[in-house]
T-cell receptor, first 109, second 116 residues
Framework: RKEVEQDPGPFNVPEGATVAFNCTYS??????FFWYRQDCRKEPKLLMS???SGNEDGRFTAQLNRASQYISLLIRDSKLSDSATYLC??????????FGKGNQVVVIP | GAGVSQSPRYKVTKRGQDVALRCDPI?????LYWYRQALGQGPEFLTY????????KSGLPNDRFSAERPEGSISTLTIQRTEQRDSAMYRC??????????????FGPGTRLLVL
């Protein structure tokens, strides 16, 4: 079983709509959680950290459910520039980042 | 300021040859990481360093893979006797290394390796 599981999609989203997806992680000892964004043929870049209390950054909201071991990301009012792959990332406390396959989002005009 | 740089950006080699991939981290970053990313997958951890010390090499697939960071700055990932299954994007990342759990890792553009 992979450490981080994501449904790769693609998620085709009309411009202006809301899209949400989540990932599950297997290591209950995981201590920190992130969403990274990766554009086509580019390197991954940190989008946001995910805190137990949930956090919001503009149109992006991240949630963590430790009991069920899943992390979610919600994007409101989708823009064409939001088209990318969103990677769910978990740190097991030993500085190793475990990445999911990514959720591919395509925002359609 | 300059980000993480990697060279070469592309490498085509014949099966059985050795290759050396270079990573130059962000200046002042203590921690340096190597990942491998296959098409359609997320990056997969290989190894990481704090300064010149290799802290964890549990992700290296086999003993053909090795990495070093002799002066605590530039790092080299070496693959000996390359095989076709080694073809992938090899990414380097660095972080401040302040010991803060989950600090941001900054990725380089990667080296795309193709083994014929």
């Amino acid at each position: 079983r992979k450490e981080v599981e994501q449904d790769p999609g693609p998620f085709n989203v009309p411009e202006g709509a809301t899209v949400a997806f989540n990932c599950t992680y297997s290591n209950s000892a995981s201590q920190s959680f992130f969403w990274y964004r990766q554009d086509c043929r580019k390197e991954p870049k940190l989008l946001m950290s995910v805190y137990s209390s949930g956090n919001e950054d503009g149109r992006f909201t991240a949630q963590l459910n430790r009991a069920s071991q899943y992390i979610s990301l919600l994007i409101r009012d989708s823009k064409l520039s939001d088209s990318a792959t969103y990677l769910c990332v978990v740190n097991d406390g030993n500085n190793r980042l475990a990445f999911g396959k990514g959720n591919q989002v395509v925002v359609i005009p | 300021g300059a980000g993480v740089s990697q060279s070469p950006r592309y490498k085509v080699t014949k099966r059985g040859q050795d290759v050396a991939l270079r990573c130059d981290p962000i200046s002042g970053h203590v921690s340096l990481y190597w990942y491998r990313q296959a098409l359609g997958q997320g990056p997969e951890f290989l190894t990481y360093f704090n300064y010149e010390a290799q802290q964890d090499k549990s992700g290296l697939p086999n003993d053909r893979f090795s990495a070093e960071r002799p002066e605590g700055s530039i790092s080299t990932l070496t693959i000996q006797r390359t095989e076709q299954r080694d073809s992938a994007m090899y990414r380097c990342a660095s972080s401040l290394g302040r010991g803060v759990l989950g600090e941001t890792q900054y990725f380089g553009p990667g080296t795309r390796l193709l083994v014929l």
